[in-house]
């Protein structure tokens, strides 16, 4: 079994900061992508931002500047820096990961619980 835990979310004021954690554990070979993901009401859960273990990220347009993704490989666990932060950033943000849990193995995509992130004067 592998586990996403996030950490982090909460309610911050427009032009306000959060940043989010989240630790993979359980059965990991190697993990390949982390990364975030968000759904606000009504709408499809979407990018955010990815990181390969190699540390080429990629970023959804509407973050770029003002979010930043980064992972500590030891601890299997990625961050996400939230700047300038905008009403329309609220939603649930969710852990990514592509997991390999043996060598020789796939990667199986993991997700988190989720964590929200409320961005209201």
């Known amino acids: 079994q592998v586990q996403l835990v996030e950490s982090g979310g909460g309610l911050v004021q427009p032009g306000g900061s959060l940043r989010l954690s989240c630790a993979a554990s359980?059965?990991?070979?190697?993990?390949?992508?982390m990364g975030w993901y968000r759904q606000a009401p009504g709408n499809q859960r979407e990018l955010v931002a990815t990181?390969?273990?190699?540390?080429?990220?990629n970023y959804a347009a509407s973050v770029t500047g003002r979010f930043t993704i980064s992972r500590d490989n030891a601890k299997n666990t990625v961050y996400l820096q939230m700047n300038s932060l905008k009403p329309e950033d609220t939603a649930v943000y969710y852990c990514?990961?592509?997991?390999?849990?043996?060598?020789?193995?796939?990667?199986?995509?993991?997700w988190g619980q989720g964590t929200q992130v409320t961005v209201s004067s």
């Open positions: 990514y990961a592509a997991v390999k849990k043996y060598m020789g193995g796939y990667f199986d995509d993991y």
């Open positions: 990181l390969t273990s190699g540390g080429r990220p």
């Open positions: 359980g059965s990991i070979f190697s993990i390949n992508v």
